[in-house]
């Protein structure tokens, strides 16, 4: 029994892909000739002459299925042939994988079949000039005799349970960055998505964002509304800010005195709820001023503002991400950062700009005045803000121990790369390295082996959260906060060996000097393991290479022992802090 033939109505998608493509009188003849065919093929019986079957409908014996409101939803990519897929069962899947596969064939010889009509040709002369870019007058959005401007049809079971299916792909969680930026900007209807993902049970993958045609021109940069990352930070402030005591601060030991001063000494000197607001709201209108002037660079807060191991004193470092690669920075470093400062001229001041082996812009925030440290795709300390933050939220004697040893070593003047001494992030390594590897049972274990997937260098940017929250790690080890932190000063002055062994948290071990001298990493030099060894986590450099003169490591090591030796007979942390005689 033949079917009826096709109708020879013109499609607007059959005109968008004509002008895409170019219409020339070649492309008109191969299209009547697309057409006859067609219109032949429709009339003939429903097997071919093979004896096969002539379409996958009639191949699985399924009706054919068209939804009818359909305009929200484009098909961008050419779904999987009717091969890849077994016959439907029991598995929604794959009845929503062939419908949609059914639908794109049935709309594709659909277009094939009006293609060449008369309507279309006078289309295609009357607007063959026009840019494919151009909205049209009679564009489907601006006419309402179009089809998808009729009455709507009530949709299907089946069309329902697509349309719920899209609606959960669209929900379903993706990176941060990109979901921030779609949901700020787009509608759900500019972001699509391949319907037959459902069949292999992937992740959805944003395909193509379009904007809407709007009769109105795109508003200017200020008023749209972009995703910051700073929002997210200032909603969850309160929580960095340590206010109530812990229940085993104190035991009824020899060792509570000492803990409650160390306790209190870093409750008094941690960065406040108030200040780590305005370090938010800074970041936030730096990043706003760079995406205005660079849409495509990215501004991260990094550093001791993040992991909770600052103090009120402690300036901000940031990061300015311009690619995801390595860049020379020697020289495009410091070309970028040149032009930073060539744009935020306005809200900055006191601008210094230090070429150092990785450039820092140094300058003053106008809105806060908190000075701000600023360098270029030096994406290792996103990384290891990441690392050191969950170590934080391992046990709550970290958080004290390294801003009390950060304090300590201001005051005895141990505490600066630019004078041959130890940096900030050198000293919390060896802290978390000691709690690791220097006290039995270990206080904390090593993140980089729990989780390779999670803490490696070659994971992508954008996927790390900061702040996340690992599951609850409970250690064996009870030791009062007062015996560890005389325990560091020990550890140090007389057990660490110096010259042969390097603090390694990646492996919660010592390492020999010798074999972090060999790690092949690109950034990994073989002379720069001299008197203090500290490896970084990610890039198997030594952190502590600035203490590179034989006067600076005495000075830094008889610190050590002297403050051992005094805290040990006395017991008095108050009295540490007043000067060793």
């Known amino acids: 029994m033949s079917s009826k033939p096709r109708t020879q109505k013109a499609t607007t998608s059959t005109f968008n892909l004509w002008k895409q493509q170019g219409s020339t009188m070649k492309d008109k003849k191969r299209v009547l000739d697309t057409k006859r065919r067609r219109v032949e093929e429709a009339n003939s019986p429903q097997t071919s002459q093979m004896g096969q079957p002539r379409n996958e409908e009639d191949q699985h014996g399924m009706q054919q299925f068209e939804p009818k409101n359909y305009p929200m939803l484009q098909i961008i990519n050419v779904a999987p042939t009717m091969q890849q897929v077994s016959p439907p069962a029991s598995d929604p899947s794959e009845v929503i994988t062939m419908h949609w596969t059914n639908f794109y064939n049935n709309q594709h010889r659909r277009d094939k079949a009006t293609f060449g009509s008369k309507k279309n040709w006078n289309k295609a002369k009357n607007n063959s000039n026009r840019s494919p870019r151009q909205p049209r007058k009679n564009d489907d959005e601006c006419n309402p005799s179009s089809p998808r401007k009729q009455v ?164 901000v470092d940031m990061c300015l991400l311009v690619k995801h690669m390595e860049i020379d920075q020697r020289h495009e470093a410091v070309f970028y950062l040149q032009q930073v400062l060539a744009n935020l001229w306005e809200y900055i001041e006191n601008p210094q700009l230090i070429q150092a082996k990785v450039p820092i812009l140094k300058f003053c925030d106008m809105q806060e005045g908190i000075e701000i440290d600023l360098n270029c795709n030096n994406v290792v300390g996103i990384r290891n803000t990441h690392l050191l933050y969950c170590y934080t939220r391992l046990d709550w004697r970290l958080r004290p121990l390294v801003l009390v040893v950060k304090l300590w070593a201001q005051k005895y003047g141990i505490n600066d790369a630019k004078n041959m001494t130890l940096s900030s992030y050198s000293l919390s390594l060896m802290v978390i390295n000691y709690l690791q590897c220097g006290v039995s049972p270990p206080v904390l274990p090593s993140l980089q082996v729990l989780y390779p997937e999670k803490f490696n260098p070659h994971s992508f940017i954008h996927n790390i959260d900061i702040h996340e929250e690992l599951p609850p790690y409970k250690s064996a080890n009870k030791q009062p906060l007062g015996e560890l932190f ?29 074999e972090c001298r060999r790690a092949r990493t690109f950034k990994n030099d073989p002379h720069q393991w001299k008197f203090i060894c500290v490896e970084e986590p990610f890039e198997l450099t030594n952190t502590a290479r600035s203490v590179y003169d034989p006067l600076a490591f005495e000075r830094v090591k008889s610190v050590f022992v002297n403050s051992w030796l005094h805290l040990q007979s006395k017991h008095d942390l108050n009295s540490l802090f007043l000067g060793i005689e």
């Not at 900007?185 to 944003?206: E, G, I, K």
Request: with cysteine; glycine share 2%; proline share 6%.
């Open 152 to 315: 709507a049809v009530e949709p299907a079971a089946e069309e329902v349970k697509i349309s719920k299916s899209h609606t959960e792909f669209y929900n379903a969680p993706y990176p941060a960055a990109a979901a921030s930026f779609c949901h700020q900007n787009f509608t759900s209807d500019l972001v699509t998505y391949q319907p037959f993902q459902l069949l292999y049970h992937q992740a959805p993958q944003p395909m193509q964002i379009k904007r809407k045609q709007q009769n109105k021109p795109l508003q200017v940069w200020d008023d749209i509304r972009y995703y910051n990352p700073a929002d997210r930070f200032l909603a969850h402030a309160h929580l960095l800010h340590v206010t109530e005591t812990p229940d085993e601060l104190v035991n009824g030991s020899q060792w509570d005195k000492l803990s409650k001063a160390v306790w209190d000494k870093f409750v008094t000197n941690q960065q406040s709820e108030v200040l780590f607001c305005k370090k938010m709201s800074v970041w936030k209108t730096l990043f706003h001023a760079i995406k205005k002037c660079f849409p495509r660079w990215g501004l991260y807060l990094v550093g001791s503002t993040m992991t909770g191991l600052a103090s009120d004193l402690s300036d």
């Open 486 to 514: 005389l325990g560091f000063l020990e550890y140090y002055s007389s057990h660490f060996d110096y010259a042969n062994t390097a603090v390694s948290v990646r492996t919660a071990s010592v390492r020999p000097i010798e």
